[in-house]
């Protein structure tokens, strides 16, 4: 059985690991600290009907190729459908432990290719089932320092259409350009028009004719969310006029130097900055909002998608 309005979301559990969770080649999450993490993201906004990619990507910590911390290090991961606000299935989960590293037996988890269906808030194994889930992919790249690769794909229909950036343009790898100049007439320098005048219309207090750079990221989360229509739009202004309104909010300069490319591993996804360009910030008092810009790209054109 479908579930109607299903909401998905990813559980990440790890200890003395550095790691990234990836969707459907969106990097829902990446961590290099090593410090515990307990955290649930959702993730509608990157779930498409048919195959959908889960992975954790394990990084070594050293070229000895050791993946964790201390013995005691490990990483979850589980791909949540939740029924309703509260009870939830996993179709995928994920476990690695240094333990059971040590113990031969590294993966754990939903090892096995399975088809089943859900019933009264519970998977049923069934091979004429609506969901399907592929064995576990454990790779390690010994040329890597140990690097590891964990994946899982889980078929399904979703009640989302085909979300825009799943069919988009690639985008090109920065590393390919040898010089800054060449990378901004190549690749960041359109986006950042865009972001310059968002910038512009901020400065300006004109949010009204804001609003239509955004109209593809607001139409598809109000749909990845069962908003109705207009809904985003509404969000999106409020937190821009709330920031205006506010004497001790400042609006900080935008500048091109800042915009490094960050693109999605899947590299249909970018960012520009390693941490968002288009910011509201009241220094005094240690205070500041963040606007988070995703790009896709179609032929020469570049949207705002997320």
């Not at 992975?55 to 991961?77: D, I, T, V």
């Not at 590293?101 to 993966?107: E, I, K, M, T």
């Not at 004429?128 to 010994?142: E, F, I």
């Not at 520009?272 to 179609?298: C, D, H, M, T, W």
Request: hydrophobic letters at 40%.
């Amino acid at each position: 059985m479908q579930i109607e309005k299903p909401f998905f979301k990813v559980f990440i559990k790890t200890l003395g690991i550095k790691y990234r969770v990836v969707v459907n080649g969106v990097a829902i999450k990446t961590d290099a600290t090593l410090r515990p993490v307990k955290v649930e993201i959702p993730i509608n906004q990157f779930v498409r009907s048919g195959d959908n990619s889960v992975e954790l990507k394990l990084f070594p910590l050293s070229k000895k190729g050791n993946l964790a911390s201390n013995e005691h290090a490990y990483a979850e991961l589980e791909f949540r459908l939740y029924t309703d606000l509260n009870e939830h299935v996993v179709l995928s989960k994920i476990q690695f432990s240094e333990l059971n590293l040590r113990n031969g037996d590294a993966v754990k988890g939903s090892t096995e290719a399975q088809q089943f269906f859900i019933k009264n808030k519970q998977l049923i194994i069934d091979k004429s089932g609506d969901y399907r889930r592929s064995a576990l992919a454990y790779t390690v790249y010994k040329d890597q320092y140990n690097k590891t690769l964990i994946t899982q794909t889980v078929t399904m229909q979703t009640p989302f259409a085909e979300w825009a950036f799943l069919s988009s343009d690639a985008i090109v790898d920065h590393r390919q350009f040898k010089t800054v100049e060449a990378m901004v007439e190549g690749l960041v320098g359109e986006p950042f028009k865009l972001l310059e005048k968002i910038h512009a219309a901020l400065s300006k207090k004109d949010i009204d004719n804001l609003m239509p750079l955004f109209k593809e990221r607001n139409e598809e989360m109000d749909k990845a969310y069962y908003y109705q229509p207009g809904t985003y739009e509404s969000f999106l202004k409020e937190q821009f006029v709330n920031d205006l309104a506010d004497e001790g909010m400042v609006l900080e300069d935008l500048e091109l130097q800042y915009a490094k490319p960050v693109i999605s591993p899947g590299r249909q996804l970018m960012e520009l900055g390693s941490s968002p360009l288009i910011y509201f910030a009241k220094k005094e008092a240690a205070l500041y909002n963040y606007y988070g810009i995703v790009f896709r790209q179609q032929g020469k054109d570049w949207i705002i998608t997320r």
